[in-house]
């Protein structure tokens, strides 16, 4: 037959004791869902996944990134499904992004499962017509007829690839099984498998990426081990854990919406009291509290059914997820099961995070209205408000509360302030005290206190013999408060006394570090500091003391501004010109990176009440909104000829401050 080849590649074939023997799951079937595309609803074809493991047709995925990319270059390609955006790609091309994403070794083994049972022709089958195939290409991983064979053959791209009798497919799946190549050297076929990664890798990745790693096992050893640990029945068990939690938080905000829509009622009725003590514009005071009121309430139930609308897409993925599973439980090639299943692993703890992070934040709300003083104040008939107490759950959701995508603006009104001591003065860092701003003047070498409206407050100052760069407050064992600075070019931590009158620099009580340290954030009893190209993490002992903890190597070449949302999640960003912003767990673990076209050299970060990072682009001029899962949400660019060259950001109750143009202080806040 033309184009036909029986011989085999070297390496393409598992040895016999890594072949599963039976299926975990008992049926080799699995659900119709998981093999159709959400896009074409057919059979996947060449199926490539987004970071989060929804998978697609190639093909199909190329319309979608064109469609993507047509109305805006810089515009992110995200998962039709969840929105999670494609790995972060210099290409602006929509197919050469589409061509990086990762095939889904895992749906492909089924896929081709499916057509060795059908026998039914691929390529014919996409052109809707019907043969039988009767040979299998490995390379393609598709049944072909005999015409279709020699179409293969003639063509200069396919004509190299590996064709062979369907028959001998079928009595030895494993000849008709794709080379799973390595994703650091793409032309290197994975052969090992890193266990403090949880990544299949080549032979090159152990000299390369992976050479200060010490679990590195050939596949064959790595597949024994997950089978002895039950990896994937461990993964079932948490993947049912995380659905109950998400169906919890589901079902108590759908409760929610009609425990306030009732409350609604019974506080209107409060509001009908009201009248009774005033006269003739009582009834348009009236009318004016109840629009109010409505559009509180509108924002209430917009905040809820955006909760449930984000714990509803993380239920959707858990069942996903636990479908695939399912389907790693088949009989299929363990070499698909090990990849795939170390992927949707990572999947997993970034969703458990993730679920963590936002269920930390929700709220339960209660209306309040508030009778004024009608004989004296006659503005409006009383004030609409609404209380917020943070509801407990279980053990493994903590707090409930998620973030809202709230249009934010620069304040209209804002009131802007100069933080000067010299006309060359560079504000680099600060945080909140007391609702007062404590800000860093690099150039002028002090750290100063300010009110909201750019009043100095003189016992708030402290004069520095060096270059500060950012400060953050710590609690000393005795209760009362210290100021930690950097000073990069000293290499060196400065703690400062907070006293009643003033600041004052505490003789004794500075240390050095390995490397220039920049940005500085306090959580958990640790300071973290940013030191270009790593964190280092510092711990304060019973005399007020600091020792280093450890020291993180992190991605990014120039690593100056670091900001702590939670216990366990921190944000960072790269002040390259096309750095990025990352978040990470507390140990290193990666959660999320973000990159944009129109972010150009980020600085300083702040986190709003509702765990939304802001990020300021230094020479882009411009503020990036990003949520708590790395998607974006709005580029902010005032429209200011003032505003230029943003630096650093401090969130102080509901509004962020951010310095710009080296010393000037402005704010912006939720519309």
Known sequence: MAGISATTRQGTQLSARTRPTTSLGGDDEVSEDLVIC??????????????????????????????????????????????????????????????????????????????????????????????????????????????????????????????????????????????????????????????????????????GTHSQCTSFLPIDRAIEVMRKKQELTVLVSQLETMSSNAEKIVTERKKAVAD????????????????????????????????????????????????????????????????????????????????????????????????????GKIVRTQYEIKETDLVSKMPNLGIVDAKHTTLHSDRTIDHLQLSPRLPIRMSEKRHNFLALKYQSSFISGGFAM????VLVDNKGREVRGYSESGHRIDT????????????????????????????????TIQLLEVGPRSLSIMDRFHFKSVDQCFGITFVDGKLLVACMKSIDMWEL?????????????????????ICAADHNRVYYTDSDFRGGLYCITTDGGSIFRYSHKNLRVPMGMAIDQRGNVYVAGHYSNN???????????????????GFKKPIMMISNGEKIFLSYESHTITYMYPS
Request: with cysteine; glycine share 2%; net charge neutral.
């Open 541 to 561: 002992d019973a005399e007020n003391r600091l020792t280093l903890v450890t020291s993180m190597k992190v991605e990014g070449e120039r690593v100056k501004y």
């Open 623 to 641: 503020i990036h909104q990003v949520s708590p899962e790395g998607g974006l949400i709005q580029i902010i660019a005032p429209e200011d000829d």
């Open 260 to 359: 306030l829509a009732s409350h609604k009622v019974e506080e209107e009725k409060v509001i009908q009291t009201f009248r009774t003590k005033v006269i003739e514009h009582v009834d348009n005071l009236e009318k004016a509290l109840k629009e109010e009121f409505d559009e509180l309430h509108e924002r209430e139930i917009n905040h809820i059914q955006q909760d449930i609308e984000v714990f509803e897409q993380k239920l959707q993925n858990i069942n996903y997820y636990k479908d695939l599973l399912d389907a790693a439980t088949k009989n299929i090639p363990p070499l698909a099961v090990l990849t795939e299943g170390a992927k949707i692993r990572q999947q997993c703890q970034l969703l458990e995070e993730n679920m963590q992070h936002r269920a």
């Open 38 to 207: 959400k896009i074409c609803n057919r059979e996947l074809t060449t199926p490539k996944h987004f970071p989060c493991l929804h998978t697609f047709c190639e093909a199909c995925l190329n319309i979608h990134a064109k469609a993507s990319k047509q109305s805006d270059e810089s515009a992110q390609v995200k998962c039709p499904t969840c929105s999670v955006p494609a790995p972060e790609s210099a290409d602006t091309d929509p197919e050469k992004i589409v061509a990086k994403l990762p095939i889904n070794n895992l749906l492909l083994s089924h896929v081709m499962k499916r057509q060795l049972k059908t026998k039914t022709c691929k390529p014919c089958k996409r052109r809707k017509k019907t043969s039988t195939a009767k040979s299998w290409c490995s390379e393609c991983a598709e049944a072909l007829c005999d015409e279709c064979v020699e179409n293969h053959a003639s063509i200069q791209s396919s004509n190299r690839h590996l064709v062979i009798p369907i028959t001998e497919a079928e009595n030895n799946p494993f000849t008709m099984q794709r080379k799973i190549l390595c994703i650091d050297h793409p032309r290197e076929e994975v052969t090992k498998f890193c266990m403090e990664h949880q990544t299949a890798c080549c032979g090159k990745c152990k000299t």
């Open 460 to 491: 708030q100052v402290c004069p520095m013999y060096g270059n500060p760069f950012d400060a953050t407050l710590i609690p000393d064992r005795k209760g009362n408060y210290m100021i930690a600075v950097t000073l990069p070019v000293m290499k």
């Open 434 to 437: 007391n609702k007062n701003l």
